[in-house]
């Protein structure tokens, strides 16, 4: 129980920090910050929204600061599942491990694929080769809301094992 709240205290509080750097981005009438890189519709749009990151030195620095906060917050966020998916795999026997495995998989691959579109964005705005990740966005959060759904159960079950011995 205490990992998981040293956890989900460490997704707040970066999550906080990288709120503050998306405020920055946000133009007005926008509802969109740093994930409007991801959700543009078109490679066109993408190069607009990065020369105008670029041009502007604080839109720069936030966009690189939400970067690397946000490979902090994947290892918080990351191993807060990853433990509740473990919590699981660990206490069930039988079949409903490979759901748990399952989860832990689809969990490895949706942070892998988050940080690969976070260094193509990085990379995008210092100016080096541009590599369109875009595309893999909905992946990525369907994995991840997978992932949390079945760590979400081991957790709950978890907890009604506890509650019926009684502490």
């Known amino acids: 129980l205490h990992v998981l709240a040293i956890g989900l205290a460490g997704i707040l509080i970066i999550g906080l920090l990288i709120k503050s750097q998306n405020d920055l981005l946000r133009q007005p009438g926008q509802k969109n ?13 993408v190069l607009v ?3 105008g990151w670029q041009s502007n030195v604080v839109y720069t620095r936030a966009v690189k600061k939400i970067v690397w906060l946000d490979y902090v917050w994947m290892l918080f966020f990351g191993s807060t599942i990853l433990y509740a998916l473990a919590i699981g795999f660990t206490h069930q026997a ?3 491990r490979y ?12 942070i892998s694929i988050d940080a690969m579109q976070d260094t193509a964005i ?9 590599v369109d990740l875009r595309w ?32």
């Open 99 to 110: 759901w748990y495995a399952a989860g832990m998989a689809l969990l490895a691959i949706a």
């Open 122 to 130: 990085y990379r995008h705005l210092t100016g080096h080769v541009y």
């Open 33 to 45: 910050g740093y994930t409007a890189y991801n959700n543009a519709p078109t490679k066109w749009a």
């Open 49 to 51: 929204l990065m020369s």
């Open 94 to 96: 039988g079949g409903s």
């Open 136 to 167: 893999l966005t909905k992946t990525k959060f369907s994995m991840l809301a997978i992932a949390i759904i079945i760590g979400l159960v081991a957790i709950i079950k978890n907890w009604m094992v506890v509650l019926e011995q009684g502490f």
